[in-house]
């Protein structure tokens, strides 16, 4: 599977926009771009994914480098319920089923 | 509307016993997944039903587990002889088909194993 990279941590403070950065240099040209969070206690929650376009959603914004070797999730917003651990996972397409999670970075919020 | 319920929410056993954790997946989801999660790192992939069928058991541990969906609906994760090792977090999520460029999956707040 392709590998996905994540900084281990990030802080933002509340109402700022929060960029978290991943890096997935091995990328193929099916796999797609899957963006999960997890709230402390919580099971992980779907944030947003895409392949190749610019997706936005009521939650986020994805942003996809044209060479598709990197990503950012944005918030645009931050809010004090946006503290979680934000995971970056590519699913290929033969096991497009599958969610491969890394540690992902776990984000602070200040208020 | 309910979404993905796993019961218990917590569950303490001795080394050696025999332990089964339920989920119940969001009505209609025919694809439903077992991951585990240890203390500081993401969900694992343990299993993937698609209707009835495990389509992928790949991520199984070993032959002391093992999980059932038999009407394809809700299901069982099964220990035997746990051990301390076994101890984690047990997630369990469904979607709509297994797909997941077309649909998200939808996860359970999990059920605690501590095996002492």
């Known amino acids: 599977d392709a590998k996905t990279t994540q900084p281990n941590s990030m802080e933002s403070n509340e109402e700022e926009p929060v960029h978290l950065p991943c890096n997935h240099s091995t990328i193929s040209g099916t796999d797609y771009i899957h963006w999960y969070r997890q709230l402390p206690s919580q099971g992980p929650e779907y944030v947003i994914h895409g392949l190749t376009s610019n997706v936005n959603n009521r939650m986020a914004s994805l942003a996809i480098a044209e060479d598709r070797k990197s990503s950012t999730l944005i918030l645009h917003r931050a809010t004090l319920r946006d503290a979680a651990v934000y995971y970056c996972i590519l699913s290929s397409g033969g096991s497009n089923y599958k969610l491969t999670f890394g540690k992902g970075t776990l984000l602070t919020v200040n208020p | 509307g309910a979404g993905v319920s796993q019961t218990p929410s917590n569950k303490v056993t001795e080394k050696g016993k025999y332990v089964e954790l339920r989920c119940d997946p969001i009505s209609g989801h025919t694809a439903l997944y077992w991951y585990r999660q240890s203390l500081g790192q993401g969900p694992e992939f343990l299993i993937y039903?698609?209707?009835?069928?495990?389509?992928?058991d790949s991520g199984l541990p070993n032959d002391r587990f093992f999980a059932v969906r038999p009407e394809g609906s809700v299901s069982t994760l099964k220990i035997q002889r746990t051990e301390r090792g076994d101890s984690a977090v047990y997630l369990c999520?469904?979607?709509?088909?297994?797909?997941?460029?077309?649909?998200?999956?939808?996860f359970g707040q999990g059920t605690r194993l501590t095996v002492v």
């Open positions: 039903f698609q209707g009835t069928g495990a389509a992928d």
């Open positions: 999520a469904s979607s709509l088909t297994g797909i997941l460029q077309n649909t998200e999956a939808f």
